[in-house]
């Protein structure tokens, strides 16, 4: 019997392809990869690709992008990226804390996507 290994890719689908790209290149440090197709930007992250898409669905007919859907993203200094979109105006959902995958918080990118950052 086939069996599912586990997370390959990683994208979301946004309103505003090259403001979301921008925001998280300029916001989290990520880089472009070196090939991504034309309706898609993505980004070196390891070991599982993350990328932002245009959508394939109608985004204006949801009351809210990303329902039910937990995004973890470790980072080498949480809190230092925290203070860092503070300071940028990114909205909060969760103040930093200590957690069991290290110093955590949560915020909305421009799509109000929640992203939980952990680590260092």
Known sequence: MARVI????????????EASARFYEERLGLERASHSPSNAVVFRTEPVPFAVREPVVDL??????????????????????????????VPTTQEPFDGPFGRTFAFMDPDVYTVTVHGG
């Open 6 to 17: 586990g997370p390959d890719f990683v994208a979301l689908q946004v309103l505003d392809l």
């Open 60 to 89: 204006d007919e949801v009351e809210r992008l990303g329902w039910g859907v937990a995004l973890w993203l470790k980072c080498d200094d949480a809190q230092e990226l925290h203070d860092s979109l503070d300071e940028a105006g």
